[in-house]
């Protein structure tokens, strides 16, 4: 069974920093783009990132580039999202997932969210 | 990379079919055939029914389907049944290897 446990929300102050953690199993994680998408409260859902198989590309919503980094471990079958310079917008629920099939086309199993609160 | 237009809500009753319109642009929706639905019910993460435009995940209902053309989607819900009542996603892969999604269209079920 594919499972997607996120870590690492909680409150910060605006212009501080966190470590999003994503951890995987059920699956061989290495064959997979992986994703961060958040929704914050009582809105919709936004792409924020994602990363290829190998790490070798990734790829950002335009409001958070320069700000925050995907990157993965896949011999711990982990992906994070190190956030910096947050904003009171950033506050949201943030969603590992996972591609259905192994190509980059859409986000076929998701984790439980972590709540990252932005405020002073 | 502006958000999808999807209606806010959409409403009918038990057995009835309702149809969510999801529209792009060219830069999204109309160059790639790789629209994805979400369904998401209050409180839970969403939930993959529709991925490459019109192909369903296993285990998912068959009442659910969806097409393309041009620049918008769309998602029909035939059949309505209460547990319909949720919010739906659209998604769509975009020029830059981004994805966005949609504003979200609120399902309730008379």
């Known amino acids: 069974e594919v499972q997607l446990v996120e870590s690492g929300g909680g409150l910060v102050q605006p212009g501080g920093s966190l470590r999003l953690s994503c951890a995987a199993s059920g699956f061989t994680f290495p064959r997979f783009w992986m994703t961060w998408v958040r929704q914050a409260p009582g809105k919709g859902l936004e792409w924020v990132a994602n990363?290829?198989?190998?790490?070798?590309?990734?790829y950002y919503v335009d409001s958070v580039k320069g700000r925050f980094t995907i990157s993965r471990d896949n011999a711990k079958a982990s992906m994070y999202l190190q956030m910096t310079s947050l904003r009171v917008d950033d506050t949201a629920v943030y969603y590992c997932?996972?591609?259905?099939?192994?190509?980059?086309?859409?986000?076929?199993?998701w984790g439980q969210g972590t709540l990252v609160t932005v405020s002073s | 990379q502006s958000a999808l237009t999807q209606p806010a809500s959409v409403s009918g009753s038990p057995g009835q079919s309702i149809t969510i319109f999801c529209t792009g642009t060219s830069s999204d929706v109309g160059n790639y055939d790789l629209v994805s639905w979400y369904q998401q019910h209050p409180g839970k993460a969403p939930k993959l029914i529709i991925y490459?435009?019109?192909k369903r995940p296993s285990g998912v209902s068959d009442h659910f389907s969806g097409s393309k053309s041009g620049n918008t989607a769309s998602l029909t819900i035939s059949g309505l049944q209460p547990e319909d009542e949720a919010d739906y996603y659209c998604c769509s892969f975009a020029d830059s290897d981004t994805f966005v999604f949609g504003t979200g269209a609120k399902v309730t079920v008379l």
């Open positions: 997932a996972r591609s259905k099939v192994t190509g980059n086309s859409d986000f076929g199993y």
């Open positions: 990363i290829k198989q190998d790490g070798s590309a990734e």
């Open positions: 490459e435009v019109n």
